[in-house]
């Protein structure tokens, strides 16, 4: 995201002229969005000078309502990571975790010696899919007191600042367009693997929300009496319990999962059918470049899932058909909340969709 670029190439790609760039360029430069670099000589004249995009220019807070946690992150300008923090508070009760968050977030802006006047705003992070237009969204059962939750109202209202609202999925696609993913394929798609099972789209290096915003709404996509054997993290606990293994949470599968945990291969078996129909169906109608697998599920059940997908035919001359590269999520930290930070830089600094 934060490339050297030299002033004298920026004509091109832009379709602005010289005198253009360069008072566009010194504008931004004034109000430390961009920030001067050694200069690259090119040829006889004036050397040009080289910008990359200031990291302090602006910065945001990402929050993340999961089933079981709330995180919130701190990105800057540019994506990175300035902070992580795991809040001690009930998800499934709005009025604390507004409260709760705004509390950490305002904490985490003071130790981190942030400006307050470069503060994007916030983005929100919420499972579940959209019911209405003024982002309102249906919202899985251990979070059914967000149901119909006026989101962006109310945490606009608390922050004092502009606040954006998307499906968990659809901000993990986005952390990755951003810091993963992204800057190997222009085009791919993201399975999150939460309590639920969703995705994101990226189509030519932009987000792809649908008409309804409920791109990849994937769990659509099953009957209800087939929801059970997709690859969704409550029906993975579920199967844990019965045989035997206490896992009280996703929480708590993140941070102890094992492999070897009876119920775990069977839980594979089970999933990769529908999974496999997911995969090829957005083979046939998307054409990525990659599937990212993501979400909740900790890295070594996602590398699990992989595995464990067939999703390549052959034509009638027994030629394989191109697919995909299936990949593990590079975000090191909860994708969702990132994504809703870098949402928020993309919204009200950059004036992207």
């Known amino acids: 995201m934060n490339e050297l670029v030299a002033r004298a190439d920026l004509p ?6 010289q005198q253009s760039v360069h008072r566009l360029t010194e504008e931004l430069l004034e109000k430390g969005f961009l920030e001067r670099r050694e200069p690259v000589i090119q040829g006889r004249g004036k050397p040009s000078p080289r910008l990359a995009v200031n990291p302090s220019g602006a910065c945001s807070v990402g929050i993340s309502v999961d089933t079981n946690t709330v995180e919130t992150v701190w990105v800057d300008l540019v994506g990175n990571i300035l902070s992580q923090t795991r809040i001690d508070v009930d998800p499934n009760d709005p009025e604390a975790v507004i409260s709760a968050a705004y509390e950490t977030s305002m904490s985490k802006l003071e130790s981190l010696e942030l400006d307050p006047m470069r503060i ?3 983005g929100v992070s919420i499972q579940g899919f959209r019911v209405s237009s003024e982002n309102r969204f249906t919202t899985p059962v251990p979070l059914s007191r967000w149901t119909e939750v006026p989101v962006e109202e109310y945490f606009s209202a608390a ?3 502009p606040a954006y ?3 968990n999925a659809t901000l993990g696609a986005i952390a990755e367009l951003w810091s993963g993913a992204g800057k190997t394929y222009p085009t791919f798609a993201y399975l999150s693997f939460n ?4 995705g994101g789209l990226v189509l030519e290096g932009r987000p792809y929300y649908g008409f309804n915003r409920n791109a990849a709404e994937l769990t659509a996509s099953f009957p209800q009496d087939e929801r059970e054997d997709r690859p969704a993290l409550q029906y993975l606990i579920k ?4 045989n035997g293994v206490d896992v009280p949470s996703i929480k708590a599968l993140k941070t102890n999962f094992d492999p070897e945990w009876p119920g775990v291969r069977d839980w594979i078996e089970r999933v990769t059918p529908a999974l496999n129909r997911i995969v090829r169906n957005l083979c046939a109608i998307l054409d990525p470049a990659a599937i990212v697998f993501g979400g909740e599920a900790p890295p070594a059940l996602r590398q699990m899932l992989i595995d464990a997908s067939s999703y390549r035919h052959r034509d009638h001359f027994g030629r394989a058909v191109p697919g995909p590269d299936l990949v593990q999520s590079r975000i090191p930290v909860e994708p969702s909340a990132v994504g809703a930070g870098i949402q ?3 919204r009200r600094v950059l004036n992207q969709v």
């Open 120 to 122: 994007a705003g916030c």
């Open 239 to 242: 199967a844990l319990r019965e």
């Open 159 to 161: 922050f004092k600042s």
């Open 195 to 198: 309590y639920g099972f969703g």
């Open 165 to 167: 609202a998307e499906n």
């Open 12 to 17: 091109e790609p832009t379709g602005l002229s």
């Open 344 to 346: 928020t830089i993309r």
